[in-house]
């Protein structure tokens, strides 16, 4: 169905029809109306049907209106301001107490022979009404509903800072609201276009429209194989549920896998030697023996040049040493630690050749480092 959202000179309510320009028009209250969508012409098929809302104020005429498909599978709400000369308007609506609150004209788009690319030529006229376009929402509609008054902050495309307010009552708003909301209930599949996203997502998918559940059909059954939830279980909940079951159940997974992920980072942790059990000292013929006590350092400062200087670096301090080890070549000495937040595994570092490590504590932290390349200090 190709949607007819830019009109121009078709309004779909009865009063209006018989304008021939708006400016030619009295103000009139808000009422709604219905026509048939034909494929080319009044004597081609009908393929959908359009619903609309409005009312017109000191020549300046606003409109919520509602396509859809005969079979109510399509369709959606766009809105409408109309008047006799290029324009720029900015929405308002009052409640009850006065409060005052912006309407947002979604996609704003002006349309017609003195447009281009959604906004107005400069130059004079070529058309007897002009016409901004906007998306909106069931949600948005409701709060028009909730409001007292409407206010069109309206100026003239020429002198965008001479603006005047336009108010528009909402008394009998509702009446026609509830007339049209009606009128779409009553066509299968159409209660889907008066819906809240909350209700839509609130609702057991069975007690949804028939468009909306089917629409949801597929992801159901691919929710179904990936939780292992038989379809007919699903469709008695609601979107939200359903989105819940499936948090829950990928959590449970990925628990699931970090529990396997913990246990084999931990029997490679277990793999670390106990140093201090594996400690040679005290040993006669072990002179790195005599270190115990002392701090260590790296063995010998590192230089670096910079510019025509020499740079010499502070030596290393990595804590006090406890004793003396023995490792052969390829043996453990120092297992970096996994992330099993970010999927990484611990990674054994070894020996390169087979001699003595001093094993040094600092703090709570244990290591243990070649004992050629420590010196100790007291």
Request: glycine share 6%; with cysteine; net charge neutral.
């Amino acid at each position: 169905m190709k949607f007819r959202f830019v009109k121009i000179v078709s309004i779909v309510i009865a009063f209006l029809l018989h304008a021939p320009v708006v400016s030619a028009a009295e103000d009139i209250d808000w009422q709604f109306g219905s026509e048939p969508i034909h494929e080319k012409g009044v004597d081609s098929p009908v393929i959908g049907t359009f619903w609309a809302l409005g009312a017109r104020k000191d020549d300046i005429q606003i409109t919520f209106s509602l396509e859809t498909s005969t079979d109510m599978k399509r369709g959606g709400w766009v809105g409408d301001i109309r008047a006799p000369e290029k324009f720029y308007v900015k929405v308002y609506l009052i409640d009850d107490i006065g409060e005052k609150r912006f309407f947002n004209l979604k996609n704003g788009r002006a349309v017609g022979p003195d447009t281009e690319y959604g906004n107005w030529k400069k130059g004079p006229s070529t058309a007897t009404e002009q016409m901004l376009q906007f998306d909106f929402s069931w949600e948005e509609i409701l709060m028009v509903k909730n409001s007292k008054t409407i206010v069109l902050g309206y100026a003239h495309y020429d002198t965008p800072e001479n603006s005047k307010d336009i108010t528009i009552p909402l008394e009998n708003f509702n009446a026609w609201l509830n007339e049209l909301t009606n009128a779409v209930n009553n066509m299968e599949g159409g209660a889907r276009f008066v819906m809240t996203k909350e209700e839509i997502y609130t609702t057991p998918l069975n007690d949804l429209p028939k468009a909306l559940r089917n629409s949801s059909l597929k992801d159901v059954k691919q929710i179904s194989k990936e939780i292992s939830v038989p379809v007919v279980e699903l469709l008695a909940l609601s979107k939200n549920e359903i989105q819940k079951l499936r948090i829950d159940h990928a959590k449970a997974t990925k628990d699931a896998k970090q529990a396997l992920t913990k246990k084999a980072h931990q029997a490679i942790y277990d793999q670390e030697p106990k140093w201090f059990d594996i400690n040679v000292c005290p040993k006669p013929d072990v002179s790195y023996c005599n270190d115990i006590g002392k701090t260590a350092y790296h063995d010998g400062s590192v230089a670096t040049v910079e510019g025509e200087r020499l740079v010499t670096a502070m030596a290393v301090k990595y804590g006090k040493i406890f004793g003396v080890v023995w490792r052969s070549k390829g043996s453990i000495i120092k297992i970096y630690p996994g992330d099993i937040k970010w999927d990484r595994d611990p990674t054994i570092l070894r020996a390169p050749k087979a001699e003595y490590y001093h094993i040094i504590k600092y703090g709570d932290y244990v290591q243990v480092k070649p004992s050629a390349k420590i010196y100790a200090k007291n």
